[in-house]
């Protein structure tokens, strides 16, 4: 293997220069995804947030443009999301169509003896796809009476109705409001009092409806990102909720706290909003990061990236109702070549070796067993420097390993294993997509996903595919690879 020369991900969106964290205003218009982004662009840690913007034509590639929104009087500008107003209902569109942004402005208030800051929402519009932004003259267009926490707006058209819905982060609820024109915001209901996991503070809402795979039903969803905290484990996180909404209440099905990743570095994901009927899918990317960790990451000039951008669905498992993530198919168009793996046994005690064609891989295996202790693959970037990923019968956990190199602070929590409970079967898929800094793995087609960040000194060069307790054989297997 070579000496990597950057961590800087293929794949994968990270900015030229300094601190990025959660994706704002996805939306797709005239042909091109946007994606929008908390930004400071003078340091590599988190400070004032400014809206960075870039595009891209197939979700893989991006084009970073000029800063999209600058803080102004109203305070620093948080998460939020953006929409088109195909039918002119905000009234600053008498021409054509365009993009209205809703965020959050998050004004710091030292002096005040209530609450360091004061949270309000805002609105923007741009009519030259989004490369330039006017502010509306009369922002806010929602502030809060008595809330501290109030922010990270998701807006979205409700066709049953005829009007808007903003869901919105308020402390540890999420907030339902309605309009008619983005301009003015009514209170129509409020989710989550003793339900769900409240270790943190609720961020980044969004609310949609999926589709059941194989089925001609849908459910909602509800994603409800929850901020670090010292009681949770796994730093911050992300929940969803399945249920019913009505155009003014989530109605969840049942209590239980589902996850939408069991890695550490999937948090405050949202859909893209405006994908055309004809495409139809749900796209979801989330920041490829974690709270607990994110100031530290070793990456020199810039600090942050997207995840892959996902397909959402919903499959139902027994009497569950599971969100299932799969990369966009876009993503295939990337590799440059496609390595069919010999279909053969491992035999208990050994190793299959398998040389990457390139570092940056998408490594696709289907495993079939009778019965073993253990079995996982390795990446091995160096001898001593590896991730595996493994399923083990007796605990019935798959768990991604990572190992942090470098001796710091936070590599403590960083190696601890990502696990997930998975009951025992003769049959696991397993989807590996390895970028320069990140491993995402997907189990069973995308019904479970484990994101993490990887820092090894070197590329990655091989696998090796390792059984203990009984064989295992590999079928319909392939690696899809770029330089
Ligand atoms: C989530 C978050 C949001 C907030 C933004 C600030 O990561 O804390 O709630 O709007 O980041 O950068």
């Avoid at 996902?310 to 295939?332: F, G, N, T, Y």
């Amino acid at each position: 293997s070579s000496f990597l020369k950057s961590y800087r991900p293929h794949l994968h969106f990270a900015p030229q220069q300094n601190w990025i964290n959660d994706p704002n205003g996805l939306v797709y218009f005239e042909g091109e995804y946007h994606l929008f982004y908390q930004h400071h662009p003078h340091s590599t840690v988190w400070g004032p947030m400014h809206w960075g913007h870039a595009v891209s034509t197939d979700l893989i590639h991006w084009e970073e443009l000029e800063i999209a929104l600058y803080p102004d009087e109203q305070g620093t500008i948080f998460s939020g999301s953006a929409v088109i107003d195909w039918n002119n209902t905000s009234g600053l569109f008498p021409d054509e169509p365009g993009m209205v942004a809703i965020y959050t402005t998050h004004l710091e208030t030292p002096d005040s003896p209530n609450s360091p800051y004061v949270q309000s929402q805002c609105i923007a519009y741009s009519h030259d796809r989004g490369r330039t932004w006017t502010k509306y003259e009369h922002n806010p267009v929602l502030r809060s009476a008595d809330r501290k926490d109030f922010r990270d707006p998701k807006v979205f058209w409700y066709r049953p109705k005829g009007y808007w819905v903003m869901a919105l982060a308020t402390g540890q609820s999420i907030s339902f409001y309605t309009s008619s024109n983005l301009l003015d915001w009514k209170l129509v209901s409020e989710f989550g009092a003793g339900i769900g996991c409240h270790e943190g503070v609720w961020e980044c809402p969004d609310l949609f409806r999926l589709p059941v795979e194989g089925t001609e039903a849908s459910k909602w969803v509800l994603l409800v990102s929850i901020g670090d905290s010292p009681e949770l484990y796994h730093g911050s996180r992300t929940q969803y909720f399945t249920g019913s909404f009505d155009g003014r209440q989530f109605m969840p099905d049942h209590s239980n706290i589902q996850w939408l990743d069991y890695g550490r570095d999937n948090y405050a994901g949202v859909s893209f909003s405006d994908i055309p009927q004809s495409d139809g899918r749900r796209i979801y990317m989330a920041w490829m990061n974690n709270w607990r960790y994110a100031h530290q990451l070793p990456t020199g000039s810039w600090r942050g990236s997207m995840t892959l951008p996902r397909v959402l669905s919903l499959r139902s498992i027994k009497d569950k109702m599971v969100l299932c993530q799969r990369p966009v198919a876009e993503l295939d168009r990337h590799f440059t070549s496609k390595t069919k793996l010999r279909s053969l046994s491992v035999a208990d005690g050994q190793a299959y070796e398998v040389d990457l064609p390139a570092s940056i891989a998408d490594i696709n295996l289907h495993l079939q067993h009778d019965g073993i202790e253990e079995f996982g693959v390795i990446i091995h970037h160096t001898a001593d420097q590896q991730t595996t990923v493994s399923y083990n019968s007796g605990s019935e956990l798959l768990s991604v390993k990572r190992q942090l190199t470098e001796d710091a602070e936070y590599a403590l929590m960083f190696n601890r294993p990502q696990q997930i409970h998975i009951p025992s079967s003769s049959h696991f898929g397993l989807r590996i997509v390895l970028d320069a800094s990140s491993v995402e793995v997907f189990i069973n087609d995308g019904l479970y996903s484990i994101t993490s960040l990887i820092f090894p000194d070197k590329t990655c060069e091989r696998i090796s595919i390792y059984t203990r307790g009984g064989d295992i054989r590999l079928y319909d297997s392939y690696i899809a690879a770029a330089p």
